[in-house]
């Protein structure tokens, strides 16, 4: 993220490294406090009911569900398109793994309510921006939330959610950095550059956004 020396970049750094950092501390937590409680070290199986709130609230913070999602649209803000897409993508799936995981010693009410917050405040908080980086942050957002709220009850869907997820934003961010496009002010002029590559990436927005 930082390898721009840009203040914004190294800013949105120290940001990653942060919540990242905080959120790991945190499901360790959760373990040694399920531990303390029940001599079970297992994550997978946590019984005690602080400790399924705990991990729940680190994994949400993890992952950058409401009303821990503040720091993703900041660090993609301030990350070139590549970066920002493997953060969007690949770095999405460890915590994803670890949610479906612990899924059955998740809070459901909890995640319940993050994920219905993330789904709503996602689409609403993007309506706003002009920045083509933070309407993917928060479309992410949106997206995180709908496999949050399905993974109590399917957590195979859940995976199928995230791998069609990631394709479509793969196909977004690669289609940005070809053109070069970071604002959408670039974006309604990009298109004559090259017309066909523009056509597929508005195809692909509709696809994402789930028509």
């Known amino acids: 993220i930082s390898k721009s020396h840009h203040p914004r970049a190294v800013e949105a750094a120290t940001k990653y490294f942060l919540t990242q950092a905080a959120a790991s501390a945190l499901v360790l937590f959760s373990s040694m406090t399920n531990a303390w409680q029940t001599g079970q070290w297992d994550i997978t199986q946590l019984t005690h009911p602080t400790s399924c709130l705990i991990l729940t609230s680190a994994l949400a913070i993890k992952l950058g569900l409401v ?66 980086r933070k309407i993917l942050a928060f479309s992410s957002i949106s997206h995180l939330g709908w496999m949050a709220i399905i993974i109590a009850y399917s957590p195979k869907l859940t995976l199928l959610s995230f791998y069609l997820y990631a394709m479509m934003t793969t196909t977004v961010f690669l289609t940005l950095n070809t053109t070069k496009t970071l604002k959408l002010s670039t974006l309604m002029t990009a298109w004559t550059k090259t017309p066909p590559l523009n056509a597929m990436l508005l195809l692909t927005l509709l696809s994402l956004a789930g028509l």
């Not at 953060?87 to 309510?113: C, D, E, F, H």
């Open 67 to 132: 009303p821990f999602h503040f720091w993703f649209p900041e660090v993609l803000q301030g990350s070139p398109l590549t970066t920002g897409l493997l953060l969007s993508t690949i770095m999405k799936l460890p915590p994803i793994a670890l949610l479906y995981m612990t899924s059955p010693s998740l809070n459901p009410t909890l995640l319940t309510t993050l994920a219905i917050l993330s789904t709503a405040l996602g689409g609403w908080m993007g309506l706003n921006q002009t920045q083509i």
